[in-house]
């Protein structure tokens, strides 16, 4: 049986529920196809779905909450800011290469690449900070 929900955060403007159902119909499209490709990261997409969905259609939300691949992710996150070693390791490895490439196409636009690259840290910094879930910590500890 699934916890009660964290409260959603619909928002009382009709234009923006729908540019944020929008972004999370695009969010959740990019999460599934990081399924099947290992270079996209899943779990980022599905977390950035969620809380678009949270802002815009509280069924879809719930949807994504029940749901047996997200809903856990999703869980995890709200309740512990937690993203696993694995998700970690392929979201660095996305970023890295992303913003690799794009600093070769930048040649000649030394301003562009400086801020690309502090952005690029800052995340990675940010993403290796984030704690580990409990359970995976308490699974790892056992072995």
Not at 23 to 33: C, D, E, F, S, T
């Amino acid at each position: 049986m699934n916890p009660p929900p964290l409260p959603a955060l619909h928002h009382p403007r009709p234009w923006l529920r729908a540019l944020f159902a929008i972004a999370g119909v695009l969010a959740l499209l990019a999460g599934i196809i990081g399924i099947f490709l290992p270079v996209l990261p899943t779990t980022p997409f599905v977390l950035l779905a969620a809380a678009c969905f949270a802002r815009s259609s509280p069924r879809i939300y719930g949807w994504l909450l029940r749901h047996r691949l997200f809903g856990p992710m999703i869980d995890t996150w709200q309740r512990e800011r937690a993203v696993p070693r694995r998700v970690k390791w392929i979201a660095l490895a996305s970023m890295a290469c992303s913003i690799g490439l794009s600093l070769l196409l930048m040649q000649g636009q030394p301003w562009l690449q400086l801020l690309l690259a502090l952005i690029g840290l800052t995340l990675s910094a940010w993403l290796i900070r984030l704690p580990e879930p409990q359970l995976a910590r308490a699974n790892h500890a056992q072995r």
